[in-house]
């Protein structure tokens, strides 16, 4: 099966611009899991899932199907990353303590991941999924964003972006549910960060090559104006929604 790639062309913008998640999400992670031999990162992209959990766990086997993605990616010596898809892990059966896919499940054939899942995880081993929403700053700001996100590039966006729009409330999740605290994204940002952080949006890029000019210019305007002080730097948070599960 042929994945659907719409990021490998700014792979290394994609590496230094997207947010961090929160220390405190890879904790509570490695506390659901008795032991913690072997993790699996999968859909890794630049790593930082993989990185952010490898403190806790003897190995971590990160996987991504772009090899541009994988060149990018940062660097742990706790962190062995392999090319390989959601759905053919090449892991051994019955290895894994704890799968982790960090903003990457809805590119996934959730069937076939779903089974490719059961089948690496120990018995009792977790499995856990999560996305973050759009991120919050100021009214002003926010409703330059949302309008940029639905209406701009809203058509260029792919069709599974849906799913993480709904915070994966929707999604089928065949595993023995539990239920997970509330995690948050919190950076502190200048007004080139952000901008910068826009620009790693895949529909930017298919907006690009639709209509031959960069879409963030026509919001980077309304983006100075109510930002202020482009040196000033913001709160900026992105809700993160979780869906966790214990295999049986």
Sequence with gaps: MQFKDYFSAQADE???????????????????TAVRDLAWDCGTGNGQAAVGIAPYFERVIATDPS???LRNAFQHPGVTYTQATAEESGLQSASVDLVTVAQAVHWFDLDRFYTEVKRVLKPGGVCAIWCYILCRISPELD??????????????????????????????????????????????WELEDLIGYLGTWSPVRRYIEANGHDPIAIIADSLRSAWGNPTERRRVVWPVKMRVGRSS
Excluded: C, K, M
């Design 67 to 69: 090899p541009d993605q």
């Design 14 to 32: 994609y590496a230094r611009r997207r947010p961090n998640y929160p220390p405190d999400l890879f904790e509570y992670l490695a506390s659901l």
């Design 143 to 188: 409703i330059i964003i949302d309008r940029f996100y639905f209406e701009t590039v809203g058509p260029y966006w792919p069709r599974e972006r849906a799913i993480v729009d709904d915070g994966y409330a929707s999604l089928h999740f065949p595993f023995d549910a539990i239920e997970a605290p509330d995690f948050a994204i919190e950076l502190e």
